[in-house]
């Protein structure tokens, strides 16, 4: 059965950084892309940042220059390094594998939140 166990969210000031973390399991992720959402009170969820599983990544024009994506394949577990927070960054993220090739083949977790407080 996959789980995505997602950590590492928080109450952060403005100006601060949060890391998150998700540890995937229940099958080898190698081959699939890794990706953080993110839904705030009363909007859609977006995509926040994305990494194929060659290593390429693609992020929101929000969050570029202050977040990093990244992932240990050996590990199962995709990261996003937040720096440079504001409170518009405050919402839910979610952590989500999808497969590359049968993209109908993806995975949530269960969110964890992010407040960021000015």
């Known amino acids: 059965q996959v789980q995505l166990v997602e950590s590492g969210g928080g109450l952060v000031q403005s100006g601060g950084s949060l890391r998150l973390s998700c540890a995937a399991s229940?099958?080898?992720?190698?081959?699939?892309?890794m990706a953080w959402y993110r839904q705030a009170p009363g909007k859609q969820r977006e995509l926040v940042a994305a990494?194929?599983?060659?290593?390429?990544?693609n992020y929101a024009d929000s969050v570029k220059g202050r977040f990093t994506i990244s992932r240990d394949n050996a590990k199962n577990t995709v990261r996003l390094q937040m720096n440079t927070l504001k409170p518009d960054d405050t919402a839910v993220y979610y952590c989500?594998?999808?497969?590359?090739?049968?993209?109908?083949?993806?995975?949530w977790g269960q969110g964890t939140q992010v407040t960021v407080s000015s």
């Open positions: 990494i194929s599983s060659d290593g390429n990544t």
């Open positions: 229940g099958r080898n992720f190698s081959r699939y892309r």
């Open positions: 989500n594998v999808r497969n590359q090739v049968m993209t109908s083949i993806n995975y």
